[in-house]
């Protein structure tokens, strides 16, 4: 889907760059980056710990899920290098002119398109609050779908950037709630959870 999505690209951003969003509109959808934001993920995610019976044990998967995938697309920015729909420095007619060349990638924020690690992080984390608290997975999903729309509103990514997060994020995230055998540690820190409560009841 990312890859069908860079025909889009440059009219999507087009449309966002002439700040058609007013108001309450606006101001709902910048919000919508703190479910990509490290420090409010981590609040979020303290929330978790505090609100669960389980208490701290929830966090090893939703910290692994949730920054594990965020650290996964910024891996792959150091690889690749693509303009911002903000930067002023690139007039491109297509989408494809928007990458840079290794050499002409200086790893700068500007040049830190793809893939968006906001959206990684929120989709990371949206799967990870879903196993745990599978009754609010729409709405997790609406909030890492929100997240990825405020980066395109911001202007800091493309439709295609979005999407290759998300897809980042899932990987991630469905890695790290699977039932394999590199996760079993979690689910046995879990398990020990459940069975200590239900003695101590």
Do not use: C
Request: proline residues 3%; aromatic residues 10%.
């Amino acid at each position: 889907m990312a890859i069908g999505a860079l025909w889009l690209d440059l009219p999507v951003a087009h449309y966002f760059s002439e700040k058609p969003w007013g108001g309450d509109l606006n101001k709902m959808v910048s919000l919508g980056e703190g479910f990509g934001y490290g420090g409010t993920v981590a609040l979020i995610l303290l929330a978790a710990v505090v609100l669960d019976p389980r208490g701290w044990r929830v966090l090893p998967r939703l910290a692994v899920s949730t920054f594990g995938a965020g650290l996964a697309a910024d891996v792959v920015k150091l690889f690749i290098g693509r303009h911002r729909p903000k930067d002023a420095a690139i007039q491109a007619s297509t989408a494809l002119e928007t990458f840079t060349t290794w050499a002409n990638h200086q790893h700068g924020h500007l040049t830190q398109s793809f893939p968006s690690a906001h959206m990684a992080t929120a989709t990371g984390l949206a799967i990870g609050l879903a196993f745990f608290y599978p009754r609010g997975r729409w709405l997790f999903a609406a909030l890492a779908a929100l997240a990825g729309l405020q980066r395109m509103h911001s202007l800091n990514h493309y439709f295609s950037d979005v999407l290759a997060g998300a897809a980042i994020g899932t990987l991630v995230g469905i890695l790290v709630t699977s039932r394999l055998s590199s996760n079993r540690w979690l689910d046995a820190l879990e398990s020990r959870s459940v069975a200590g409560n239900l003695r101590r009841e």
